[in-house]
């Protein structure tokens, strides 16, 4: 590929001019002009050094969970070079996920914004702790531009009083839900840019054996200079290399779900990202959802309406009763022509793309890396290279290339301690160790200022849609 435009600004410097979408994604500065619910008259969050007063020792979670909680003290050093904690003050929410809920802080170390995740119920039975703790495990694995990884964990309490789990991650200014939604323009340029971003980050994923199981719009987050990181684990689990093992299907946003899944096929793989990702790139083309069903019975009928009736090949690994479905109803042809007017931005390459990736039988749909390789994600590639990426770097004669534009993980992600985890108890244990084992020689710890106004509130939410996910999501 032939590489031009060095230095060139970025195109999508101007994606969220003004106001940036998402009140909930403001910072609650008073830059922001939104009201703090958060800053206390002790608050230590504004500057960029630490607290000038003495220092204040965290209690236990919550203040009045541990009655008369010890304080914790940091991990590894001699106790006279031991840092003092910095606290932490949530600000306010910013968003929910699968399970957890998100919220807006300042980093007292260094005043930098970060998002601040708090892990709820976590201890509740072996597999929220197990579910937990795999994603917990996730986020410190992820070394990649395109996926959303801790920056640091919350220094946990006495472990008598440890009941969740603070997870420290980058902030970021938008999510692509907003994006198609609003008014602002989305450019061919665009599309192809998060495109590729989106398909390079599910390629490390995979690479590492990981399938993320709900990519959709809203767990794709973007800043105004069109980085997009992938996010939200919570559905995340380690591809499951045996066919006879039984796996959930009560994954994947519905609109977004891959006809495998649908059709309740008991195993699957990382065939039903890739069905997401072409949802979601339909939906930035037409700016629209695809296929926005009323019910999973529903979903399948919008997929075949376009794909048509899908040959008996493909229906292998259905249950009866959705291969029934099918091949009771009318045999339907393919308008694949119909993606020709999602948009002006619907090219032949781009709907050749779509095609490969919207394909019913999983064993036949273009994989993650592969799509990288079509012709329509050259200009995203460069685009990226050029102006947005940490591989690259410019010097006085141009532009330094990486060797390897789409890295894929250094090793599997490996899962099996889960194994050896019986008891939630053991879980607490071994989460526990993990935390100050990942903090040791890192940074001063951080803990939440439990006095704060804010902290109170924050401490109170839950993730509202956590308890509909049965005991069952953890296959
Ligand atoms: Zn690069």
């Known amino acids: 590929m032939a590489f031009h435009g060095a230095g060139r600004k970025t195109v999508c410097g101007d994606l969220f001019p003004g106001s940036e979408l998402g009140h909930k994604y403001f910072c609650v500065n008073s830059s922001c002009g939104a009201p703090s619910t958060g800053l206390s008259a002790t608050s230590c969050l504004t500057g960029p050094t630490a607290p000038s007063g003495p220092p204040r020792h965290p209690t236990a979670l919550g203040g009045s969970t541990g009655g008369g909680a010890a304080v914790p003290q ?30 807006s802080v300042t980093d007292p170390r260094d005043g930098r914004k ?135 299907q009560e994954v994947v946003t519905q609109y977004y779900r891959a006809p495998e899944v649908l059709m309740g096929c008991r195993h699957y793989g990382s065939a039903i990202d890739v069905w997401s990702v072409g949802c979601i790139f339909a939906e930035l083309l037409g700016r629209r959802i695809l296929f926005q069903a009323q019910s999973p019975i529903q979903q399948l009928d919008l997929i075949t309406d376009l794909l048509g009736t899908p040959p008996l090949s493909a229906l292998a690994s259905a249950c009866e009763g959705a291969r029934a479905h099918i091949l009771r109803g009318p045999h339907k042809p393919p308008s694949l022509s119909v993606l020709y007017m999602l948009s002006d931005g619907a090219t032949h390459e781009a709907v050749h793309l779509l095609c490969r990736m919207l394909v019913f039988d999983p064993a036949k749909r273009i994989s993650g890396s592969d799509a990288l390789s079509h012709p329509y994600l050259d200009e995203g590639r460069l685009r990226y290279h050029t102006c947005m990426c940490q591989c690259c770097y410019s010097v006085p004669s141009g532009r330094v290339y990486t060797r390897d534009f789409e890295p894929v993980a250094e090793r599997p992600f490996s899962h099996s301690y889960e194994n050896s985890l019986l008891s939630v108890w053991q879980g607490k244990e071994l989460i526990h160790r993990f935390i100050t084992e990942h903090q040791q020689g890192k940074r001063v710890p951080l803990c939440i200022n439990p006095q704060s106004a804010a902290f109170k509130t924050f401490i109170r939410s839950t993730a509202w849609h956590s308890s509909k996910v049965s005991r069952k999501e953890e296959r």
């Open 114 to 248: 970060v998002a601040l995740k708090k892990m709820p119920n976590v201890f509740q039975n072996l597999v929220s702790c197990k579910r937990v703790f795999r994603e917990l495990r996730m986020l410190c694995f992820f070394k990649h531009d395109n996926v959303l990884s801790a920056l640091d964990i919350l220094q946990p309490p006495q472990i008598d009083c440890f009941e969740e789990i603070y997870v420290i991650t980058e902030l970021m200014q938008s999510d692509l839900h907003k994006v198609i939604v609003s008014p602002q323009p989305l450019t061919t340029d665009h599309i192809k840019v998060f495109l590729y971003q989106i398909l390079r980050g599910l390629k490390y994923l995979h690479s590492a054996g990981i399938l993320h199981r709900d990519i959709k719009p809203g767990n794709l987050l973007v800043n105004s200079n069109c980085l997009l990181k992938i996010c939200d684990f919570g559905l995340a689990r380690v591809e499951e290399p045996d066919p006879s093992r039984h796996m959930t």
């Open 74 to 103: 940091p991990y590894s050093n001699p106790a006279s070079e031991v840092p003092s904690p910095a606290e932490m003050e949530p600000d306010r929410p910013i968003g929910y996920g699968a399970f957890g809920v998100v919220w």
